[in-house]
Nanobody, 124 residues
Framework: VQLQASGGGLVQAGGSLRLSCVAS????????MAWYRQAPGRQRELVAR???????EYAASVKERFTIARDSAANTAILYMNTLKPEDTAAYYC???????????????????WGQGTQVTVSS
C-alpha cells in the first residue's frame, strides 16, 4: 500500500494549509488514517486520527484548529489546518492502517503504511 502526501508549504502565522494523503494499491479496507508530525530534535507525535467507526482524535495542541476528514471514494485523508502557529512547523507524515485482501471477499492480514513527509513551515 502506497501513500502519497502533499500540501505542505510555507505560510505566515494565522494562515491555513490543507494536507492530503492518498492511499493506493491492493487492499481490502482501511481502519484508520492519521497524520503525525516531527519537528527537529523532537519525537514524532500524533496530530489527528480518523477511525472507521467514526471516531476522531486530536492532539491537545491542535484541537479547535485542525480537522481531519476522509474521502472514502478516493481513499484520501485530508488535514485542514487553520490558525497556524510557528510551533506547528514540522514534517508531517500520514499513516494508514487497514487490511489486505484475504480469501474471497474476506479481509486478510493487517498493514500499516507511512507516507513520505511533507514539510509545513509557519513563519512568525
Amino acid at each position: 500500500v502506497q501513500l502519497q502526501a502533499s500540501g505542505g508549504g510555507l505560510v505566515q502565522a494565522g494562515g491555513s494549509l490543507r494536507l492530503s494523503c492518498v492511499a493506493s494499491g491492493a487492499f481490502h479496507s482501511i481502519t484508520s488514517m492519521a497524520w503525525y508530525r516531527q519537528a527537529p530534535g523532537r519525537q514524532r507525535e500524533l496530530v489527528a486520527r480518523w477511525e472507521r467507526n467514526g471516531n476522531t482524535e486530536y492532539a491537545a495542541s491542535v484541537k479547535e484548529r485542525f480537522t481531519i476528514a476522509r474521502d472514502s471514494a478516493a481513499n484520501t485523508a485530508i488535514l485542514y489546518m487553520n490558525t497556524l502557529k510557528p510551533e506547528d512547523t514540522a514534517a508531517y507524515y500520514c499513516n494508514v492502517d487497514g487490511a489486505l485482501h484475504g480469501i474471497g471477499w474476506s479481509p486478510g492480514r493487517s498493514f500499516s503504511s507511512w507516507g513520505q513527509g511533507t514539510q509545513v513551515t509557519v513563519s512568525s
